[in-house]
C-alpha cells in the first residue's frame, strides 16, 4: 500500500463531497424515522410492526450506501489531500 497522499482536483473534492453527503443525509434520515416509530411503539405496541417494517427495509438500503462509499473511497486511496 502507497504511503503517498492520494490528490483531488476540484471536480473530484466536490463529487467526494456530494457523495459524503447524500450517505450523511440517508443515514440521518433513516435514525430520524426508527427513533420516532420507536417512540410510537412504546407508547403503542401496534406500532412495533411499523418500526420493524421500516428498520427491514432501509437498513439495506443504508448498508447498501455504505459499501459504495467505501468503495468508492478505495478507488482513492488511503490518504486525501486536496491539491
Request: charged fraction near 30%.
Amino acid at each position: 500500500m502507497s504511503t503517498e497522499p492520494v490528490r483531488f482536483n476540484e471536480e473530484e473534492w466536490m463529487e467526494f463531497r456530494r457523495r459524503y453527503s447524500e450517505m450523511k443525509h440517508s443515514i440521518n434520515n433513516a435514525l430520524a424515522v426508527f427513533m420516532a416509530l420507536a417512540e410510537l411503539a412504546q407508547r403503542n405496541p401496534e406500532n412495533y410492526e411499523k418500526l420493524a417494517k421500516s428498520v427491514c427495509t432501509r437498513t439495506p438500503e443504508l448498508a447498501t450506501l455504505i459499501q459504495e462509499f467505501s468503495l468508492y473511497l478505495d478507488t482513492k486511496g488511503p490518504n486525501f489531500q486536496i491539491r
